[in-house]
């Protein structure tokens, strides 16, 4: 990569080539790999540059992950919303997670919802 190069395009290009290589490398190394070019990315992007390049880390499987993090913190959130507006018994958000009542409040406790 020559120097005129922009930090957005290397960061792309750098997401391509992970993204090609996602059969021949095991998964235990490819998100460490990803975790890196995404803190990488995260400083050295603005936020412009951050959205244009926001839908190829999304298709990483690091990105897949952050996602899926995000959607079962969001569906926490809403059983305890619910759960402190009385609509919703703490048993009855526990079974709907396949959880006890301890560990549905372990598990708020750990997403920092409680």
Request: proline share 1%; hydrophobic share 40%.
């Amino acid at each position: 990569m020559d120097g005129e190069m922009s930090q957005e395009l290397r960061v792309k290009r750098s997401l391509g080539i992970l993204q090609s290589e996602q059969e021949q490398v095991d998964k235990g190394q490819m998100v460490p790999m990803q975790s890196v070019l995404y803190a990488l990315a995260m400083k050295v992007l603005t936020k412009d540059e951050i959205k244009k390049v926001k839908e190829m880390m999304t298709m990483t499987l690091l990105g897949q992950m952050l996602m899926e993090d995000g959607i079962e913190k969001g569906e926490f959130k809403n059983m305890r919303e619910l759960i402190r507006d009385g609509l919703l018994s703490m048993e009855t958000a526990a079974a709907r997670k396949h959880m006890t009542v301890k560990e549905f409040k372990e598990k708020l406790k750990e997403l920092n919802l409680e």
